[in-house]
């Protein structure tokens, strides 16, 4: 699942789907500007822009921004530090993958896997 998935609602407003989010991309804050914003080290080229920016896992009052291939802009950046790591959430999963040439398999901070992307490239 990703962001794009995740913003479905019912009538009611409830979530659609039952799924789990399970794919992100780790990024690192490399810069902040207190009070103004935090430079994180994934752009365009680590998160697919096509359907929209990552949602900042944990941290729903948080907003990514792109800015640029390489790198992301966090704002607010509240209390985080340059070495932080933040989980993104994709917009979009599928052009996302095909961006890397390996997908880890983690669970409870160890890793349980790293599976090939094997079919990646335009």
């Avoid at 070495?83 to 052009?95: A, I, M, S, Y």
Wanted: a negative charge.
């Amino acid at each position: 699942m990703d962001a794009d998935y995740g913003r479905n609602f019912d009538a009611e407003g409830k979530p659609v789907s039952e799924f789990e989010q399970t794919l992100f991309v780790l990024a690192t804050v490399i810069s902040v500007t207190e009070g103004v914003r935090a430079v994180v080290d994934a752009g365009m080229k680590a998160v697919s822009p096509d359907s929209g920016p990552p949602l900042v896992k944990d941290y729903p009052e948080m907003t990514y921004t792109f800015g640029g291939d390489n790198h992301g802009l966090i704002t607010p950046p509240g209390n985080l530090c340059v070495g932080d790591q933040l989980w993104l959430v994709p917009g979009h999963c599928d052009p996302t993958v095909n961006l890397y040439d390996h997908l880890i398999g983690y669970q409870d901070s160890k890793v349980l896997a790293v599976w090939p992307v094997m079919a990646r490239g335009p």
